[in-house]
C-alpha cells in the first residue's frame, strides 16, 4: 500500500482527541474479531489485521506528539 505523508499542527486537545478516536476504531475492530469467530461478518483474521494496522497508527501519532513540545 502507498504510503503518504501528513504534516499536521495539532493542539494538545485535538491529539488526545485524535488518540481517543484511534484507540476507539481500534477497540471497534476488535470487537468485530471476536464476532467473526462466532461466525458473524468477515473473517476473524482480517479484524485482527486491522485492528493492528490502526495500533500501529496510533503509537505513531503518540510518538509524533511527545516529540513535539507545547
Known amino acids: 500500500m502507498p504510503r503518504q505523508i501528513l504534516h499536521l499542527e495539532l493542539t494538545k486537545d485535538q491529539v488526545a482527541d ?3 478516536a484511534l484507540e476507539d476504531h481500534r477497540d471497534d475492530f476488535r470487537t468485530k474479531s471476536k464476532d467473526a469467530a462466532r461466525g ?3 473473517d ?3 479484524w485482527n489485521s ?3 494496522e ?3 497508527l ?3 501519532v503518540m510518538i509524533s ?3 513535539r513540545r507545547y
Open 58 to 60: 496510533l503509537e505513531l
Open 18 to 20: 485524535l488518540v481517543n
Open 54 to 56: 490502526v495500533q500501529q
Open 44 to 46: 476473524s483474521a482480517y
Open 50 to 52: 486491522r485492528a493492528e
Open 40 to 42: 458473524f461478518g468477515l
Open 65 to 67: 506528539s511527545k516529540l
